[in-house]
Nanobody
Framework: QVQLVESGGGLVQAGGSLRLSCAAS????????MGWFRQAPGRGREFVAV????????SYTDSVNGRFTISRDNPKNTVYLQMNSLKPEDKAVYYC????????????????WGQGTQVTVSS
């Protein structure tokens, strides 16, 4: 069982930056690939980024590639999402999730989910 708790969301002006964190409980964090997803009002949940267990493999959705950076610190049981050059369309609830194997398939199912953190970008 993995429990995930996101933090770091908030209100930022367009062009600004935020860093989201996702803290995981348990001793199996390093054995899970970690993903970030987001859900904007009235829309379905969207894949944002994924990182493999060691951090050696990473994949992003096209709309954030070059602006967002996913990383992880296995000794701290934490995965991060650094978001730069934020746009109003990045406004959403952001979720982290864990799965047992890395996949860059945006529709791959994840086993564990956090409760989400709100990101709002003003224009």
């Amino acid at each position: 069982q993995v429990q995930l708790v996101e933090s770091g969301g908030g209100l930022v002006q367009a062009g600004g930056s935020l860093r989201l964190s996702c803290a995981a409980s348990g001793r199996t964090f390093s054995s899970h690939a970690m993903g970030w997803f987001r859900q904007a009002p009235g829309r379905g949940r969207e894949f944002v980024a994924v990182i493999s267990q060691s951090g050696g493999m990473i994949s992003y959705t096209d709309s954030v590639n070059g602006r967002f950076t996913i990383s992880r610190d296995n000794p701290k049981n934490t995965v991060y999402l650094q978001m730069n050059s934020l746009k109003p369309e990045d406004k959403a609830v952001y979720y982290c999730a864990a799965r047992s194997a890395f996949s860059n398939n945006v529709y791959a199912p994840y086993d564990y989910w956090g409760q989400g953190t709100q990101v709002t970008v003003s224009s």
